[in-house]
Structure formats: structure tokens, C-alpha cells
């Protein structure tokens, strides 16, 4: 497997973000479209893999100690449950960089970066973050709308619909997802957005690293599934989860906590703005400042 050295990783960052700058307004949404579907694919199979997983509620001192208590069938816990959604959750970004897809949170340090390195202007940045966070939003909603009308109901000969138990989980993930409330919410919400991307963006990082298929899918796996393990926050894959469980509730008359005002003010608006954070400031700034020098000699 060849691996790029850090300065060439950094360069070719740059590189990228300049050709995602350039690409017309309308391509930019169509391959924001596809991203945002390929990240709801993941946020999908991760609803789906980590229904029904129970675990008992344990003290802390229990925690601390590392104590699992019994459950039917064996032994679970909550970071068990994390773990399946991490686990298989990096299915999307995988997809969405072998195929050359656009997602926002990528972008937001490749095309600061481009900046950086390419001197190109800060409204090319903002050009692309727009349209492909409008495509992103876009695919994610429809792979919600497949998802909240397909697999988490059933529907009977009246056409009616009755929730499945992955609906049902889908529902509660909206709902947890839009609990951050009033500005210690915000904060929380933002510092999530911030951590998520970093390794979003160091997930992206190791993908340039390698040259083959497999290089790029352990590089981009292990960042991604410490990320939503962790329970951080990624602006793109909620724009799938609150969507899927409000549709579901609606489809079957099922009490859910959030709405599509929620959606933005409660989680998108702080996470999307930490996730810009976490991407251009700890990802892109950091390694352009600390390789300008190596970056200039290559040129």
C-alpha cells in the first residue's frame, strides 16, 4: 500500500478542495444529493443494526468499575449499542469519497484549505458549502422519506400504517437528537459539532493518504466509528435521523418530541456551525500552519 507522506496529504487537501470550487453550482447539488443519500444509508443501517439492544441501567460506581449487568439473552450495555452504530455507520463516507460524491462536512476544511494553499477567494468557499449543504439536505430527506415509508412501518390492505420496532427506534433517535435546550443545549450541540468533524476531517485526511481501495477504507473506517461511537454530532447524517422519525411518527399517529422548527433550532443550526469549526479550524488551519513551509517547497 502506498502512503503519502503528511506535507503531501496536506497539499493534496488543497488540491482537492480547488477542483471541488470550481466544479458549476448545479453539479455541486447533484453530488451534494448523492452524499447526503449515502450518509442516510449509514444512518439507516445503524438504526436498524442497534434496534433492540437493551441494557440495564447500572450506578456510576458500577460504570467506573466496568460492571455489565444480565439482560435476556446475555449481556449488553450502553457503549455496546454505541459501538454497532459506529461499527456500521462509515458506510456512507466510504461510498461518498470512492465515489467522488460532496459532502458539507468534508468540504469545510478542503475548501478552506484550497484557500490556504491556492489563494482561491472565500466566495468560492461559501459558493460550494451552500449548494452542496442544499444537495446534502436534499438526499438526506429522500432516503428519510424511503426509509420512514418502506422498512420502519407496515402497511395493511386499508393503507394504513403501523409502526415496525425500527421505526420505533428511529423515532427515539430523533427525539434524543433534538434535546439540546436552551444554551448550555446550544453549547453542548456546538462542541459535539466541533469533535465530530475533526475526525470527520482527519477520516478524510487518511482517505488521500493511501492509494488503493483498502488503504482508504481503514483510514476513513476507524475516525468514523470513533466519531459516532462517541456520540458527537455530524450536521449531514441528522439532516437523515430527525427527518426519518418525524415522517414515522406522522405515518402512524406515533407522539414524538421534536418537529421541523426543533430540527434547526436544536440541533442542525449549533452542529452545522461546530462542524464548520471542527473542520476548517482544528483540521485545515492547523495543518496548513503547520506545513506552509513544506507545502511552498514542493511548488
Known sequence: ?????PVAITAKAGDAGKYKCGL?????????????????????????CSTGITYAALTPAQI????????????ASAGMTQLILGAVFPVGLII????????FTGDAMLAPMAAFIHKISWADVLKLWVFVYIGNFIGSVVWAYIMANGPFVTWNAAGTATITAFGTRAIAIAGAKTGYVGMMGFYSAFLKGIGCNWL???????????????GKFFGIWFPIMAFVSSGLEHSIANMYFIPAGIMTAGLTGTAISTDWISMWMQNL???TIGNIVGGMFFVGVIYWVAFRKEIAALK
Open 200 to 214: 470527520v476531517n482527519l477520516a478524510i485526511l487518511l482517505g488521500i493518504c493511501a492509494d488503493d481501495a483498502a
Open 269 to 271: 443550526i449549533p452542529v
Open 24 to 48: 458549476p453550482a448545479w453539479n455541486m447539488i447533484l453530488r451534494g444529493f448523492m452524499s447526503g443519500a449515502y450518509i442516510a444509508m449509514g444512518g439507516a443501517l445503524a438504526t436498524v
Open 96 to 103: 461518498t469519497v470512492l465515489t467522488g460524491a460532496e459532502l
Open 1 to 5: 500500500m502506498v502512503f503519502h507522506p
Open 64 to 75: 467506573a468499575a466496568n460492571v455489565t449487568a444480565p439482560i435476556a439473552g446475555g449481556f
